[in-house]
């Protein structure tokens, strides 16, 4: 396990109550297991879950990518986007 920060942005920051917090998760995951693990520990987040993306070290993520996490590692829960 490494402990790595996630940040939270617009709505997922309303929703959380925080901007950011560190996280524990597996050194070797993809992004399904990083959805669940922070819908689990961020239960309000099921709000904009099928909306939500992820960004690992300021990258947008994607089902089926694979990440190795080190301790410096970030990652972003981005809400939707709007405007014009």
């Known amino acids: 396990m490494v402990s790595v920060k996630v940040l939270f942005f617009g709505e997922a920051f309303q929703l959380v109550g925080k901007r950011e917090e560190t996280v524990e998760f597996p050194a070797e995951t993809d992004y399904e297991e990083l959805r669940r693990i922070i819908l689990e520990?961020?239960?309000?987040?099921?709000?904009?879950?099928?909306v939500m993306m992820l960004a690992v070290d300021q990258e947008y993520a994607n089902p089926g990518d694979r990440f190795e996490l080190e301790r410096f590692t970030?990652?972003?829960?981005?809400?939707?986007?709007?405007?014009g």
């Open 41 to 50: 520990k961020y239960p309000a987040l099921s709000k904009i879950e099928k």
């Open 74 to 83: 970030e990652i972003a829960v981005i809400p939707p986007l709007s405007g």
